[in-house]
């Protein structure tokens, strides 16, 4: 018996990812994929996926789906509860699910995206390379919605050696890591990006992260007399700022190319953390 997945209920945002579709920006296609790609492999490795297996990626849970066959799956990203048929089963493990039961991902306790990795991973179609919903470009499968069945493959590895993974809590002020450049030359005071504390802003998804001063810190500005940036490429995680002064991180679904000058660049790692802030969360911007 094949084995799938029907949603119920999609939360605000719920899509399937995988690692994405790069060495498409030539074209005008962004990476796509996971926006925390660390949460997304954790799920796929408890149950003995690939990494690059496709999974559901939600947003502050609200996530509920019935499933057909049996099924093994895991939940990763922040703590948040699970429950199977409304019995809490736990994030961060992976569950044994039989046929017909109901699973939930509420809301994690902090963060927003959780990720649900079923062994097989989900077979929906390609689309250049990819699995990933691409909610820039309109590429790969359009986000989830009640009704909508998720097929389970067969894109499984041997079993894990460990069923269950440590679960890491975010820090109450979100500390982001990056190297300045290249065009940090074209601000006032490129220090100003490292000073104070940052807030997230509404405004926020899988684009990008919007960031506000929350503080009273004066912000980075442009400098004059310099002229009009022209297009150029934008790489994830990069940080740009606008004339307002007020910074953007790029996440998986970011343009390929923009105006404003990328002035900083978040490591990998960081760009996973930045994938979790919240509107009104905490941030700084660590210069190394």
Do not use: K
Not at 31 to 50: I, K
Not at 135 to 148: E, Q
Not at 182 to 198: H, N, T
């Amino acid at each position: 018996m094949t084995a799938s997945l029907t949603v119920l209920a999609p939360g605000p945002f719920s899509s399937v990812q995988d690692l994405g579709r790069p060495g498409h920006a030539h074209l005008g296609v962004p990476r796509s994929g996971g926006a925390d790609l660390s949460s997304l492999t954790q799920a796929n490795r408890l149950v003995g996926n690939p990494e690059s297996a496709a999974a559901v990626e939600t947003t502050f849970g609200g996530w509920s789906a019935r499933v057909s066959g049996r099924v093994l799956l895991a939940v990763a990203g922040p703590t948040a509860r699970v429950t199977v048929d409304d019995a809490d089963v736990g994030s961060h493990a992976a569950v044994a699910v039989d046929d017909g039961a109901v699973v939930t991902v509420h809301a994690p306790i902090r963060g927003c995206r959780n990720y649900i990795a079923i062994r097989g991973g989900l077979d929906v179609a390609a689309e250049l390379g990819s699995r990933s919903t691409d909610t820039l470009s309109g590429l790969g499968p359009p986000p989830l919605t009640a009704g909508t069945v998720l097929p389970v493959g067969a894109d499984a590895e041997h079993w894990p050696a460990a069923p269950f993974a440590p679960v890491g809590e975010l820090p109450e002020v979100l500390d982001l890591t990056a190297d300045l450049g290249p065009r940090d030359d074209r601000l006032d005071d490129a220090r100003l990006l490292a000073a104070g504390v940052w807030r997230v802003g509404a405004a926020s998804n899988r684009i990008g992260v919007r960031l506000d001063r929350a503080d009273g810190t004066a912000v980075p500005r442009h400098r004059r007399g310099l002229g009009e940036l022209g297009s150029e490429g934008v790489p994830l995680g990069g940080v740009q700022v606008p004339p307002s002064g007020q910074p953007v991180v790029f996440l998986a679904d970011h343009p390929v190319t923009g105006g404003y000058p990328v002035v900083a660049v978040l490591t990998a790692e960081s760009v996973c953390l930045a994938a979790q802030a919240a509107p009104g969360d905490a941030a700084r911007i660590i210069v190394r």
